[in-house]
């Protein structure tokens, strides 16, 4: 397990950022394998109404995924720095302070989903025709809330101290079931959507069990031990302190989505299915720029407890750099075969021709998400989380919002709505780098007492 640690303070950069982020760029990818499988079996042998019910869902599933995502990612700030500043106790104190936090947090949303999906329903105006069906997977959906936070947070942990590697394993497993589930429970024995959920729960806890007993096994400070689980109030003020606003932030891109959602319910169940099969694509794209995104957080958090700021500036600037790289080549992937990819999930010309108008509105601006993201991540590698999240809320949410409002009536075809995303992200990710470049001549020097030898 020790092998699979990256050293982040010392040596070379660029390419232990790789070594981190592509690990977990494929980890997001078979993430999103989940909804992929469900997207693709229920529009190959449930029908269009079952493949809009699953796509209606994408974007608030979205929603609590930003959510766990963002509150875990305060666990793994905070962990490494204690990491890089050699304070252990504080180190061990967060990695049990993070699994009860994981765990609350995920009954919490199971209860809350239960209580609310009807009303979601019709807040999302789902179609009369797809409702039904995009509720019960909603419902039993939810039932894997736990699980997905568990997973979620065991995995901030690994990556605390660079190990993106067992996560992907862990995952690797659970696609697998997932996708094996899927097939059973739709194509055999007919369950339909309810059935597409239920794969997914199994999957989830499947992948939050492995961890669990890989925390269980592995040495040093991230070793979980039952009988020292319990809340730490001080390390819980920091973890959500950081985690907090940056599950915010995630979480109004989302927001944000599924007012667009409701805007694309408007247009009919085609312009849902293929909504919801491009969007199934183009979140890949996002798993490339979320793992750098992280690479920066957590190299700045570690150099950054250190005391090592020259570093830590150039985590930030390479994971930006190799992030547009690797994005690069998978826009012009897509963009190249949107067509033939949209065609997997369903051969209504319809929904193809809508889908690829998507993959091309949404993909080809993704450059500057990995703007947003990059030095955002950075930022809160430093602490300051709060900002970049209350600057996605203006620039995401506040921008989306307003054009739903006022600019998609006005014209309201899928193209209009689209151009929305090109128009937030460009907002947002020049706020960000200003931002960036007020805040990084503002950082003091974090002094770090070496243990004597």
């Known amino acids: 397990m020790r092998s699979r640690e990256i050293d982040m303070l010392h040596g070379s950069l660029w390419d232990k950022i790789i070594l981190f982020a592509l690990p977990l760029a494929l980890t997001g990818f078979l993430q999103q394998l989940y909804n992929t499988a469900d997207t693709v079996i229920a529009g190959r042998f449930i029908g269009t109404h079952a493949m809009a019910a699953v796509g209606t869902n994408v974007s608030l599933i979205g929603l609590v995924v930003n959510l766990f995502l963002g509150l875990s990612l305060g666990a793994n700030v905070m962990i490494a720095r204690y990491i890089g500043s050699r304070e252990p106790d504080k180190a061990k104190a967060s990695v049990h302070t993070a699994f009860l936090m994981a765990a609350a947090a995920g009954i919490l949303v199971l209860a809350l989903g239960e209580a609310l999906a009807a009303h979601i329903m019709g807040w999302l105006a789902v179609p009369e025709e797809v409702r039904d069906m995009a509720e019960i997977y909603l419902r039993v959906y939810l039932l894997g809330m736990p699980f997905l936070s568990l997973y979620n947070f065991e995995a901030a942990i690994f990556r605390s101290r660079g190990d993106t590697e067992t996560p992907l394993l862990a995952l690797m497993a659970a696609s697998s079931l997932n996708a094996a589930l899927d097939y059973l429970f739709t194509a055999l024995l007919g369950w339909g959507s309810a059935g597409l959920a239920l794969a997914t729960i199994l999957a989830q806890g499947t992948a939050g069990g492995i961890l ?44 944000a989505n599924i007012v667009i959602q409701s805007a694309i319910n408007s247009l009919g169940a085609d312009t849902m299915a293929a909504s919801g099969a491009a969007f199934t694509i183009e979140i890949n794209i996002y798993c490339v720029i979320y793992s750098f995104g992280q690479a920066a957080t957590t190299f700045v958090s570690q150099n950054y407890g250190a005391g090592d700021l020259v570093r830590c500036r150039r985590a930030a600037i390479l994971s930006f750099g190799l992030n547009a790289l690797c994005m690069g080549l998978m826009t012009a992937f897509i963009l190249s075969f949107a067509t033939p990819l949209m065609r997997l999930f369903d051969d209504n010309p319809e929904v193809i021709r809508l889908g690829t108008v998507r993959l ?84 003091p020097v974090r002094r770090v007492s070496l243990p004597r030898n």
């Open 212 to 255: 669990f007993l890989a925390l269980r096994r592995v040495q040093g400070v991230i070793h979980l031990e039952p009988a020292a689980l319990r809340l730490d109030w001080a390390r819980l003020q920091e973890i959500v302190r950081i985690g907090l606003p940056a599950g915010i932030q995630g979480g109004v891109f989302s927001l």
């Open 360 to 443: 091309f509105y949404v993909v080809g601006p993704e450059l500057l998400n990995a703007i947003i993201d990059v030095f955002s991540g950075a930022l809160r590698g430093y602490g300051f989380s709060l900002p970049p999240a209350i600057l996605a809320i203006i620039g995401i949410c506040g921008v989306r919002l307003a054009w739903v409002a006022f600019v998609f009536p006005q014209t309201p075809t899928f193209e209009t709505l689209m151009l929305c995303y090109l128009v937030s992200w460009a907002t947002t990710a020049v706020m960000i780098l200003v931002a960036y470049w007020f805040y990084s001549r503002h950082i």
